[in-house]
T-cell receptor, first 116, second 111 residues
Framework: ETGVTQTPRHLVMGMTNKKSLKCEQHLGHNAMYWYKQSAKKPLELMFVYNFKEQTENNSVPSRFSPECPNSSHLFLHLHTLQPEDSALYLC???????????????FGNGTRLTVT | DQQVKQNSPSLSVQEGRISILNCDYTNSMFDYFLWYKKYPAEGPTFLISISSIKDKNEDGRFTVFLNKSAKHLSLHIVPSQPGDSAVYFCAAFGGANNLFFGTGTRLTVIP
């Protein structure tokens, strides 16, 4: 099993739908992240969880709702999205950086989301 | 405003030659820098990192150089191989959890 697994790989949804993205990490990490990558823009941090506690919400609209039931699983619940939310959504994990130890983020392969 | 910038969207290099990818940053509080490599339809893969207390870190064919006074870092790949063709992202840690990324440079290594 690869380190960080995201499902589904592709998702097409209408603006009135509700869907969820799932992420699972098998690396024993205790921090998990959601990033958004839009065309021609840098990766943007959305949310961070450390030991299941949300420690960062980067001014993300409430139509994106994260959930972290444990250190290995992370969800992103989507509802009433807009076409401009179409992007690649990447999950990542790392050791808890708040301990002062810098460690690289390990990314999943992403979910390509299209909102119609 | 972008805090990490990669001003070259693309770079082509002959196989066996050196590839040099550049990155500039604006925040002097950044203390840890990373390079990621991304193939199509895959997530970014960590390549190499450097702490702000160092000016060079080497790992096989990959070397990262950091010039803090110029707020500049570069990734050198020697010798370049066709399998190195990918998009390379520069990133910097600011604060506890926030990793700031550049927009990437697409490297093409010509056989």
């Amino acid at each position: 099993e690869t380190g960080v697994t995201q499902t589904p790989r592709h998702l097409v949804m209408g603006m009135t739908n509700k869907k969820s993205l799932k992420c699972e990490q098998h690396l024993g990490h205790n921090a998990m992240y959601w990033y958004k990558q839009s065309a021609k823009k840098p990766l943007e941090l959305m949310f961070v969880y450390n030991f299941k506690e949300q420690t960062e919400n980067n001014s993300v609209p409430s139509r994106f709702s994260p959930e972290c039931p444990n250190s290995s699983h992370l969800f992103l619940h989507l509802h009433t999205l807009q076409p401009e939310d179409s992007a690649l959504y990447l999950c990542a994990s790392s050791q808890d950086p708040r301990r002062g130890y810098r460690s690289p983020l390990h990314f999943g392969n992403g979910t390509r989301l299209t909102v119609t | 405003d972008q805090q990490v910038k990669q001003n070259s969207p693309s770079l082509s290099v002959q196989e066996g030659r050196i590839s040099i990818l550049n990155c500039d940053y604006t925040n002097s509080m950044f203390d840890y820098f990373l390079w990621y490599k991304k193939y199509p339809a895959e997530g970014p893969t960590f390549l190499i990192s450097i702490s702000s207390i160092k000016d060079k870190n080497e790992d096989g064919r990959f070397t990262v150089f950091l010039n803090k006074s110029a707020k500049h870092l570069s990734l050198h790949i020697v010798p370049s191989q066709p399998g190195d063709s990918a998009v390379y992202f520069c990133a910097a840690f600011g604060g506890a959890n926030n990793l700031f990324f550049g927009t990437g440079t697409r490297l093409t290594v010509i056989p």
